[in-house]
């Protein structure tokens, strides 16, 4: 492969990251005005974009504590949803081939917009080109609209007088709707909801939410079977 093409497919893995990272950051927006919603500072809610990092356990944290759930409840409800990013990790590990706090930054980084950049490149080289565009751009534009809707929730007062609470729900459904392209998600997300429905009225706050998640997650995992460790294994999802 000569140098031009090589440079072409990096800068291409560049702009394909950083808008990824742009589309993919503004609905920090809601994430931030949600925040302040259920009682936190402007300060604990950008903190929590800055060390938690991942949309759908960020969302399910802040609307458990909203709905007056316990935060035993909304703790194990956001680690579960987290887990999928350390399989995504498995699989990275072999195209970064990073040691110490460089391995500790992309691991922080390891989100669904920065594996699905990585993996869609051809080129080791250029996949990890994919994979730190993405990862940054996400989490740069991501904390810094996380601040911008914090700052106009705590300038508001309430942000439920002005829907933004609904409006952040919006941005919960359009981060997941990606990932219904197949039957499993399809079904994995419809079996969730059904479940959160059917036990919303008996159930604490919160719980609803967790036996949605731990039911995804048992599918998830049932649905991949053996293959799922022969896919860790090969390059074509070569992951962190």
């Known amino acids: 492969m000569s140098a031009a093409p090589f440079a072409?497919?990096?800068?291409?893995?560049?702009?394909q990251g950083l808008s990824v990272g742009l589309?993919?950051?503004?609905?920090?927006?809601?994430?931030?005005?949600?925040?302040?919603?259920?009682?936190?500072?402007?300060?604990?809610?950008?903190?929590?974009?800055?060390?938690?990092?991942?949309?759908?356990?960020?969302?399910a944290l802040v609307g458990?504590?909203?709905?007056?759930?316990?935060?035993?409840?909304?703790?194990?409800t956001s680690t579960l949803l987290g887990i999928r990013n350390g399989l995504y990790g498995l699989q990275l590990a072999r195209v970064l081939r990073l040691l110490g706090w460089r391995r500790a930054a992309?691991?922080?980084?390891?989100?669904?917009?920065?594996?699905a950049v990585a993996l869609a490149q051809e080129q080791p080289e250029v996949q990890r080109t994919g994979f730190w565009a993405a990862g940054l751009?996400?989490?740069?534009?991501?904390?810094?609209?996380?601040?911008?809707?914090?700052?106009?929730g705590n300038a508001i007062g309430d942000p439920r007088v002005w829907g933004l609470d609904a409006a952040a729900a919006a941005a919960f459904v359009a981060l997941i709707w990606p990932r219904l392209k197949d039957r499993t998600g399809q079904v994995t997300a419809a079996l969730a909801a059904a479940i959160a429905l059917i036990s919303f009225a008996p159930m604490p706050a919160g719980v609803p939410v967790l036996l949605a998640a731990i039911a995804a997650?048992?599918?998830?995992?049932?649905?991949?079977?053996?293959?799922?460790?022969?896919?860790?294994?090969?390059?074509?999802?070569?992951?962190?």
């Open 8 to 15: 072409a497919e990096h800068a291409a893995a560049r702009r």
């Open 23 to 59: 589309a993919t950051g503004v609905y920090g927006v809601s994430f931030g005005a949600l925040g302040i919603a259920a009682g936190l500072d402007v300060w604990q809610t950008v903190a929590l974009s800055l060390l938690l990092f991942t949309g759908g356990s960020q969302f």
């Open 64 to 76: 458990i504590i909203a709905s007056g759930g316990s935060s035993v409840t909304a703790v194990a």
């Open 106 to 115: 992309a691991a922080h980084l390891t989100i669904d917009e920065s594996t």
């Open 137 to 152: 751009g996400v989490y740069a534009f991501w904390n810094l609209s996380t601040l911008v809707g914090a700052l106009v």
């Open 217 to 240: 997650i048992v599918i998830g995992l049932a649905s991949a079977g053996p293959s799922s460790a022969h896919d860790i294994e090969q390059p074509e999802g070569d992951l962190l």
